[in-house]
Nanobody, 112 residues
Framework: VQLQASGGGLVQAGGSLRLSCVASGIIFRITHMAWYRQAPGNQRELVAV???????NYADSVKGRFTISKDNAKNTMYLQMNSLKPEDTAVYYCKILASDFWGTGTQVTVSS
């Protein structure tokens, strides 16, 4: 199983980024997935979840600003991040729920 995250970068507050997570070695369409993030000195926290059927849930801190989605044909999960704030700065990771499989991290830095 491999999860490869990408799409991070440096953006000004109020800007947008779209993260991608490409999965291999799994039956993607039946897999529940999630995005987590970890800021320096903080614990890793759950950002958003998408079920195999496409149902979504979000942390309160990102509701209304972030959108999680997936494309089963491309084995790819996305995180569209709008209205970014400096407190969104973190390394973002994708994960297969109920497993120990984590993707590579991608750094998101939001400047004020």
């Amino acid at each position: 199983v491999q999860l490869q995250a990408s799409g991070g970068g440096l953006v000004q507050a109020g800007g947008s980024l779209r993260l991608s997570c490409v999965a291999s070695g799994i039956i993607f369409r039946i897999t529940h997935m999630a995005w987590y993030r970890q800021a320096p000195g903080n614990q890793r926290e759950l950002v958003a979840v998408i079920s195999s059927g496409g149902s979504t849930n979000y942390a309160d801190s990102v509701k209304g600003r972030f959108t999680i989605s997936k494309d089963n044909a491309k084995n790819t999960m996305y995180l569209q991040m709008n209205s970014l704030k400096p407190e969104d700065t973190a390394v973002y990771y994708c994960k297969i729920l109920a497993s120990d499989f984590w993707g590579t991290g991608t750094q998101v830095t939001v400047s004020s």
